[in-house]
């Protein structure tokens, strides 16, 4: 199922590939994060998120010093240093529905049906005439299918 901002990360390419964004930010063997300036991370602690039944937490990190950084205007918007909360589980699902969606294909003839055809919905009801329908559309398809062979078989005689 995609998440609240799953266009934007995934049409968006300055918007996932920011550096200042805290998902973005390398995280070296021993765990420590860091910036784009170079400056380390620190756990300060760890919380349930609000709202959760799940018991997922939420980890704040915080820079161990900001000042004098070139940085500062495009990665804080308050003059202490910079504070940033990270759901590893919830990151990692986001990653995983990313790679799901990507990785899909319509099979075959139901994606040409759906996007070259332009056929989304049924609009009959009742079992009778809901098949109906998708044997017109399957009738309509396959002698779609026939008159382009018939025409290739032609030109090429």
Excluded at 72 to 96: F, G, S, Y
Excluded at 104 to 131: H, M
Excluded at 137 to 145: E, F, Q, T
Aim: with cysteine; charged share 30%; proline share 3%.
């Amino acid at each position: 199922m995609k998440f609240p901002m799953f266009k934007k990360e995934t049409t968006d390419k300055k918007y996932h590939e920011d550096p200042f964004r805290a998902v973005n930010f390398p995280i070296e063997k021993d765990g420590i994060m860091r910036c784009p300036n170079g400056k380390r991370f620190y756990l300060q602690y760890r919380k349930n998120v609000k709202g959760n039944k799940y018991g997922h937490q939420e980890e704040v990190y915080q820079c161990e010093d900001c000042s004098g950084c070139p940085y500062a205007e495009q990665c804080k918007k308050t003059d202490k240093n910079r504070t940033v909360r990270i759901n590893r589980e919830l990151t990692a699902m986001h990653q995983e529905v990313i790679e799901n969606l990507e990785s899909i294909q319509a099979e075959g003839t139901f994606g040409i049906i759906k996007n070259d055809r332009w056929y989304k919905r049924i609009v009959r009801r009742g079992i009778k005439s809901v098949l109906l329908e998708v044997f017109l559309v399957s009738i309509g398809h396959n002698l779609y299918k026939y008159y382009n062979k018939q025409k290739k078989t032609e030109t090429a005689a």
